[in-house]
């Protein structure tokens, strides 16, 4: 039931957000960021397959089922991998106070939140870190490149130990390769 009615909701968003595509004008005169989103759903509705058979539309692109899974299936791969990348980073700033002290100061230095005062509330003095702020942030960046190098989010975590570990009764020797799903 729950596929069902996300596959008829991504039906409906994807013909509304076809329509859009076409009106959007794509001239825009704005510096663009090297972070600036772009939308997954213009460029799935962009993309042309070669190789495809004449089953299918001759330009080779994507019928709106295929393109609702492909939908679905960035958002889901997106959200698991983004939280377990979020997971470890919150892992490697907990076990490493030096560098996380490094990390704070990076992003107080370049996007400094303002200090509450006792007659505001928490809400009045949200501060939302700008993209430029955020671009200028050369140690947080390669903190979180760091993680990923180390802990990557996709697929599977590969280890050698590197002496005899015991896993409950479970004797694990040195040099065995670890996969860990």
């Known amino acids: ?21 076409e009106d959007e004008d794509s001239s825009s005169s704005t510096k663009k960021s090297k972070y600036a989103p772009t939308s ?19 330009k080779g692109v994507l019928n709106d089922a295929e393109l ?13 991998t983004t939280s377990t990348w979020c997971y470890w980073c919150t892992f490697a700033l907990c076990k490493h106070p030096d560098v996380q002290q490094k990390v704070y100061d990076d992003i107080m230095k370049h996007a400094p939140i303002p200090v509450q005062s006792e007659e505001s509330t928490s809400h009045e003095n949200d501060a ?54």
């Open 40 to 58: 997954l759903l213009g460029t799935l509705l962009d993309a042309k397959d070669s190789g495809t058979d004449k089953t299918n539309d001759a």
């Open 128 to 181: 939302t870190i700008p993209l430029e702020a955020l671009e200028k942030m050369q140690y947080l960046d390669a903190f979180m490149k760091e993680v990923l190098r180390l802990y990557p989010p996709a697929g599977l975590v590969i280890r050698n130990t590197t002496r005899d570990e015991t896993f409950g009764n479970t004797l694990i020797p040195a040099n065995t390769r670890i996969i860990i799903p």
């Open 1 to 21: 039931k729950v596929e069902t009615t996300v596959n008829e909701d991504a039906d409906d968003t994807n013909s509304v957000n076809k329509s859009n595509a």
């Open 68 to 80: 609702r899974d492909e939908v679905k299936t960035f958002i889901v791969a997106g959200h698991e």
